[in-house]
């Protein structure tokens, strides 16, 4: 557990501190921004550890591969460095694809999963909601508090880059609002009006006791139903993930209702450009899993990402090509330039993704234009 006394002095440190990031729509400016990772020493299963969690540096280039589609078609390539087709095929096949062995709580089928950031994204037109909750006795400002949306929006506008221009992905960028900060007493926070999101005291989950936004804003998939979960009783805005910081863990978890992440590394790094932590657990958020063990990987060489934690701060072209090959499998059974001429996976309404992409039909058009291009 982290002492109270350590989390006040990263409170205070952080608010006397002077950005190196600006908040807004100010220019942002990183320090230190050049070097190379350093590495600790190397895991039991082959991977590098490296010696930090965050850093200023630049993610990988993106890169669209080898063209596998035909002229016209919506890009779909494979690639031709850093990962293989075969790795990307061993991964589909035996971790995240509809017969991968889900008795191993490491695997699951993001087939059988209608509420990933992805489906979110296309039922929002390009954007996320979230919930913050507050899981901490020590009182959050609204200048640290504020930081979080630049922080989200950041992390995953580093995952959607490799998204947008393939396979008609719609949105050139991700946008996320901050609807709601729950917290167990008002006066943890430093401020009253909702100019950063609904405040809402004292509402507990009841397996931990940690706050949480009301359930009637939850907006997400039902499984059962096979329709979204009605959100019209919220008195505020839906929320579709929340994030949670706590101060009883080290780093965090991630799933497709958000992430929860060490309240300590997230104080201590909030002016840097990369958490490792964040972009990690968002990368659950997208149906992609950890890569911690020889099992859990196509071959000891595979090469270093995001998911498999500490071998990289940035997202690499493994992590790039793996949400790739999710957006192939499950968003288009088919590989059309026409949205309207795709069998679509997700029966959010009757054409949800349909009425999603539509508009973006001549983005697709130019986007195929200037891949083809570059291939």
Known sequence: MVATQLLTTLLVATLAATSSAADGNTATTYTHTDG????????????????????????????????????????????????????????????????????????????????????????????????????????????????????????????????????????????????????????????????????????????????????????FYDSVNNVWSDASACKGEPFDVFLRMSQNIEYGFGYDWGQEVSLKKMLENINDKNMVYIGHEIGHGFGLPDFYVDKDKPSRDFPSSIMMAFSSITITPSDGWMLRRVLDHVSLKNHSSSMREMELRVPHSENMWVSALESADELCRVQINECESKT
């Open 36 to 219: 190379s990772d350093a590495v600790t020493y190397y895991a039991e299963a082959g991977q590098r550890v490296l010696n930090d969690t965050s850093s200023n540096r630049s993610s990988s280039a993106v890169a669209f591969g080898k063209t596998t589609s035909k002229s016209g078609e919506c890009i779909v390539a494979d690639p031709t460095e850093y990962i293989t087709n075969e790795e990307l095929d061993w991964v589909w096949e035996h971790r995240i694809g509809p017969n991968a062995d889900t008795s191993d709580k490491a695997n699951w089928n993001v087939m059988a999963n209608k509420n990933f950031i992805m489906d979110h994204l296309v039922a929002n037109n390009g954007s996320m909601n979230y919930c913050v909750r507050w899981d901490s006795t020590n009182t959050l400002s609204k200048t640290v508090a504020s930081k979080f949306q630049n922080i989200l929006t950041r992390h995953y506008n580093e995952w959607n880059k490799w998204l947008k221009g393939y396979n008609c992905w719609p949105f050139e960028d991700i946008k996320v609002n901050m609807v709601g900060f729950a917290t167990k007493d008002a006066s943890l926070l430093d401020w009253t009006d909702d100019s950063i999101g609904q405040i809402y005291e004292g509402n507990l989950d009841a397996s931990e006791g940690v706050p949480q936004c009301p359930d009637e804003c939850y907006r």
